[in-house]
């Protein structure tokens, strides 16, 4: 069953979401050459960001005050820098769609495992204060005032950092792929972004179906 998801008011946001199925249990579905070779700053891609995106992008997660530089950065970022220095390859066939498609958007994009969240599921910005552990080695990130998703318990991924209690392991079998788009320069990107995105999935044999987002 797809699940829905809640957003609150946010000026600017874009925001799609997608729920995918796997073919088979993480573990047994690695990610083919196609996919990987996709993972390059110069690869064929239909969507592609900008440096207004980059800035817009910013600017959107600035509304309650976080401040998205340094490590704290979008993800989106992150990536091209990664790549570029040949410090990022491919991780696995749930991460690695999400990881392309916002490499060559210029969007963040998060993936969690569906089955690891607790419904139902929102998008709110949590207050001052709230944290969360972000890898394996328990490192934390300050996300107050940073736009996330939630579970049943709290915030769980955003456009800088997802949660590890979220993430995808070797079990996993459904996800939740969110886009955190904006509005400007294109409100049309962050849907363009969200279709290749479930292209990818859908090449890898998996079901795919749009997240309902209510107000």
Known sequence: MTPSLSVVAYPGLALQALHVELPAPLAELPSPPWLVELLRLDAPAPV????????AVRDLLR??????????????EYLVGAVGDGRLGSINAAVDPGNVASLHSGLPISVVDLDRCRLP????VPPPGTSYVFNRGGQEIDVGGLLCLHDADGPCANAVKDAQRTKTDDATRRLVAVVWGTEVPDPEHAAHTVR??????VRLGAQIAAVTVSG
């Open 63 to 76: 509304r309650h005050g976080y401040r998205p530089t340094g490590r704290g950065k979008p993800s989106s």
């Open 196 to 201: 290749w995105l479930g292209e990818l999935f």
């Open 48 to 55: 592609r960001g900008s440096e207004a995106l980059r800035t």
């Open 121 to 124: 599921l929102r998008v709110e």
